[in-house]
């Protein structure tokens, strides 16, 4: 399984430009851009530069964020899903992740988030489709459902992946569900649904449960065990390697892409 630079891992060092020439530079085939520093860059330069460069792009972060206050803000949000979908076809991802958003401000009706993240998938499913736009959803760990995502578990994504159909998958990230008892059963269910495949590592004491992502073998997660679920079902793309992490931020790319590479070879 080859690796795919998502590019928050760099983010207060470098912006798109430089995380293309760094991945082409550095022998990494693949790129996934958040939707800040692709719009910064502009959607057709980076368009051309991934190609120029020779990268293909195992996905673009993300979508989502549905539930809101009022149905203005729900409207908006589905705006914006239908821009980054445009930005997904644009630059040839092969998913748009999707975070689906957590409680609107000052609200305890989780029921009624949930639905609004079912409601706003429906509105702009038809447009993904038209577009050839795969919607991975990306269940989050529980700890983030109140600001995050109502979306907790992969048998949560699934349930909505059977709902809507074609066109809708889901994208695994080992940091948030690693924990889940029913992990390799749901993984076994997804089968061919699984869009993309997202790799770091859970540390041990973690000292900010969203921002202090460890690098693949830096933790507790058996990466290569859920890589094997993950494999066993046919995906044969990228292992995604996206951490958050204030630590790692500081380092300079430079030496951060080498030793991620090589962790990549050694613990995924």
């Known amino acids: 399984m080859e690796m795919s630079l998502n590019t928050v891992t760099v983010k207060e060092k470098w912006g798109l430009s430089e995380c293309i020439e760094g991945c ?19 959607v057709d330069r980076a368009a051309k530069q991934i190609r120029d460069a020779g990268l293909a ?17 729900r409207a908006a949000a589905i705006e914006d899903n239908l821009r980054a979908i445009d930005e997904a076809h644009t630059i040839g991802a092969a998913c748009l992740v999707m975070v689906c958003g957590g409680l609107p401000p000052g609200s305890k009706d989780l029921p009624g988030a949930r639905a609004m993240v079912r409601d706003g ?53 080992v940091y948030h569900v690693w924990w889940d008892p029913q992990l390799a059963a749901q993984i076994q269910r997804a089968g061919s649904r699984i869009a993309a495949f997202h790799v770091c590592d859970w540390k041990v004491p973690t000292l900010d449960t969203v ?22 079902q046919g995906y044969g793309s990228f292992a995604e390697v996206e951490i958050l992490s204030k630590h790692w931020w500081q380092q300079d790319p430079e030496q951060v892409l080498p030793l991620l590479k090589e962790r990549h070879a050694a613990a995924v």
Not at 24 to 42: F, N
């Open 121 to 173: 998938l429906a509105a702009i499913m038809p447009a993904a489709r038209a577009a050839g736009v795969t919607i991975a959803l990306e269940p989050l760990h529980p700890m983030t459902c109140a600001d995050r995502s109502v979306l907790s578990t992969l048998g949560q994504a699934l349930d909505l992946c059977d709902e809507f159909g074609a066109g809708m998958g889901v994208a695994l990230d």
């Open 211 to 232: 921002f202090d992502r460890g690098i693949p073998g830096e933790g507790c997660i058996d990466i290569p065990a859920i890589r094997q679920m993950v494999e066993a």
């Open 24 to 42: 082409a530079r550095h022998g990494i085939p693949g790129i996934s851009p958040w939707r800040d520093v692709l719009q910064a860059m502009g």
């Open 57 to 73: 792009v195992s996905g673009l972060c993300r979508g989502g964020m549905f539930p809101a206050a009022d149905a203005a803000g």
